[in-house]
């Protein structure tokens, strides 16, 4: 069996929770990597032998412009990876996409690494952003979709937490090589290489591991998915639970199957509400960049020694802490996500960074060569913000994007909204080094009003993903469309029981908790007779498997009937 088969070369070797940590850790390597080199930057560009092979990089040579450029060329590489995979994910493969992304992330390194030169480091940081930019649109969507939805969004966040995991490793060993001056450039060219560590783990990883089973299904490679999600899953290809799975998920792609996606379909207004999902997806991810969480990661020694009057040292270990904070915080959001949900986490977020920004903006205005002391309450509101950023924001974004878009568009719309991250932090970390030197602490007040404009577009358009399986989404958007009301409302409907024909997933209360049967209906179940339904009078009753098939053609025939433009 190749390197480059679908099922990885662990075979049927490692089977339920065993892979599903192990596609939890390779995943996790993933924004491991990426955490590490949106971090490294902040303290490498403050060192003095750095400063003198590029010299361009003084932060006062033209207001920091340069500087800026040379740290936030890195997210136009970023950019241009997403939009690879908007045009060949789908085709590609979510794993093979993240495996042709770490390649040329290791290239990246390798090249910035060994840098002697401006157009060298410049060259450098862009092909590890193209690599990145892939492997952040792919790995999300592949993680989603090996992931059984009662951890879903526990997986996945735990990716962003490698996020502030990365940076904050970035940052101590930033700290740490600060003191070794002796060795000349080894002092900024180690940190730069250490993160092909991350790669080289990912890379094993991907190659080890199994591709999407959903992605299999769409592409026609039944055996092959049905033998994946048995692994996932531990079981028989009998289980009435993987038969359920698979006609589900086949139910899903029959309509568009053998189409061309086109813009219009991608994009469109139409029964799936493509254009409100996708919306929104790229909407989180550009969100969670704009409201200025990146003027600190990217020049937070910056900061600190420039902005707040701390010494080189101590400003080191003041962001070092920072970054721990982070980390602490992306934890914490973990173990709550699937509780309180995205919508109320990410509010949580905007009003916390919001309020945050105002205070340390305050702050600093009050400071003066010779009254410091606002200096210090702007220090400890810098490390409230990042713990805001980390619990509201860190990971969500990240998942959302997966869970809210349907399978026809996932690949596409997930590069797509990843793009819009990239576009947002070129944003910030070009634009925060001259507005900081041209308008000083009134920058923080303009993150402030970004940061409380997020609250009513969250609330009024973000539709809660909590708990429902990745296709059950697409019933709460067709009932909304057909009832012409906002999806907002009709998912808070379904959750507390109002649609026909779809589960009450409120968790937690025994009744209605997704995932949970009774007696009877798994008796019913494990006798392949069928399922429960709930009837316009809100009564469950059980539907056998033929009458079940006989709907569902019945309904595909009357769709296909009123939308021509979808029949296969």
Partial sequence: MGLLSHTGFLGKTVQGKALESLVCATAASGFLLFGYDQGIMSGIITEENFLTYFPQMEPMNKMGAIQALVVAIYEIGCLLGSFFIIAYGDRLGRRRAVLLGVVIMLIGTAIQASSFGMAQLIVGRIVTGVGNGMNTSSIPVWQSEMAPPKIRGFLVLFEGALIAGGIMVSYWLNYGFFF??????????????????????????????????????????D????????????????DPVIKEEVRELKRVTAITKNQKLTLKEFYGAGPEMNRWRVTIAYTSQLFQQIGGTNLVTYYATTVFEDS?????????????????????????????VDHYGRRKMMI??????????????????????????????????????IAFFAVGWLGITWLY???????????????????????????VVQLAPIMIYSISWKTYFVFMCINFAFIPVIYFTFVE????????????????????????????????????????????????????????????????????????????????????QKAEEEEFEDRTDRYPAVRP
């Fill in 223 to 238: 055996d092959l998915a049905i033998e994946i999600l048995c692994r996932l899953q531990k079981c028989d290809p009998d």
């Fill in 401 to 427: 994007p997966a869970e809210v878009t349907p399978l026809r568009i996932r690949a596409e719309a997930n590069g797509l909204s990843t793009s819009f991250n990239w576009l947002g932090n070129y944003a």
């Fill in 465 to 548: 993903t909590k708990g429902y399986p990745l296709e059950q989404l697409d019933e709460i958007f067709e009932e909304a469309y057909e009832k012409g009301e906002n999806p907002v409302w009709t998912e808070r409907r379904v959750r507390k029981g109002g649609k026909n024909g779809v589960r009450n997933v409120e968790e937690g209360k025994g009744k209605g908790k997704e995932g949970t049967l009774s007696e009877d209906e798994k008796v019913e179940r494990g006798n392949g007779g069928g399922n429960w339904r709930e009837g316009p009078d809100g009564q469950r009753f059980f539907e056998p498997e033929v009458e079940r």
């Fill in 308 to 336: 707040l009057g701390f010494s080189p040292s101590l400003a080191r270990l003041l962001t070092a802490c920072y970054g721990t904070l982070y980390l602490a915080a992306a934890i914490v959001a973990l173990f709550i």
């Fill in 180 to 221: 070794v001056t002796q060795y000349g450039s080894f002092q900024w060219r180690f940190p730069l290489a250490f993160q092909a560590l991350f790669g080289v783990i990912l890379l094993v990883g991907i190659l080890a591991l199994p591709e999407s089973p959903k992605w299999l299904l769409k592409k026609d490679k």
């Fill in 348 to 385: 949580l977020g905007a009003a916390g960074m919001g309020i945050s920004s105002l205070v340390i903006g305050a702050c600093l205005s009050q400071v003066t060569p010779t009254y410091t002391a606002p200096a210090y309450v702007a220090t400890v509101f810098i490390f409230i913000f």
